[in-house]
């Protein structure tokens, strides 16, 4: 029986997480939608998002270029296949480690310190004395942010996939011995624009799961200190995880066929 009891309390405590997260996602989406819309809150929310973020994914997609070009041509010379460096590193680039890459990075920055930033106005009770003053909590902390991630993503993993592919570019060509031209022209042939489309639209997935794990465990912590910090774990941890599942689904729709 007692075995039992456990599993029941799993059972109902996820249930009731769950239907917490539902509500909460609701609310925030919602208020996307309706007016006003906060738009100086919104473009700031981007610069932090979006600007400060650049030089962690830049670096970061930069040296994934790198090594997935070096891993390719070792691994290719055992079938006289190094020729396809260039295609292998632009298609893995735009269609999976771009936009995977550029959401870990800003999940792991940005979802933390939105969790961060609303824990402690929770924990202050900043959140309650914006409802005194009928003020919308969601309407002013949640929606702006959701809205500049899903707007920023795209861009931002635009901006990882050039990097991306020109770190493949210079180890290509720098280490690897390839001809610039040669490995241009291959790029460009064999690079579709469904594969760049198909990464901007998992960004965009990936932007609204990191703002909304930020915001609903920042919104929801409690406990003072312990609580932010536990909040801010719980952001990050949900954020990849998410980000993971939804990238495997997508990939599985996009190009199931």
Known sequence: MNLLAIIGRVVLGTLQDVGQLAVFTWH???HCFRPPI???LVLAQMM???YFSLPVVALTTFFTGGVLALQIYYGGNEFNSESIVA??????????LGPVMAGLMIAGRVSAAIAAELGTMRVTEQIDALTTLSTNPYKYLVAPRLIAAVLTLPLLVFVADVIGIFGG?????QTLEFNPGVYVKTTVDFLDMDDVTSGMIKSSVFGFIIALMGCFHGFNS???AQGVGRATT???VMSSI???ASNYLMTSLFFSS
């Open 38 to 40: 906060f738009g100086r």
């Open 169 to 173: 570019f210079v180890v290509g060509t």
């Open 242 to 244: 998410l980000i993971l």
């Open 222 to 224: 409690k406990g003072g």
């Open 28 to 30: 925030g989406v919602s």
């Open 48 to 50: 932090r998002i979006g």
């Open 87 to 96: 295609t292998i590193v632009a298609l893995g680039i735009t269609r999976e």
């Open 234 to 236: 719980n952001a990050v």
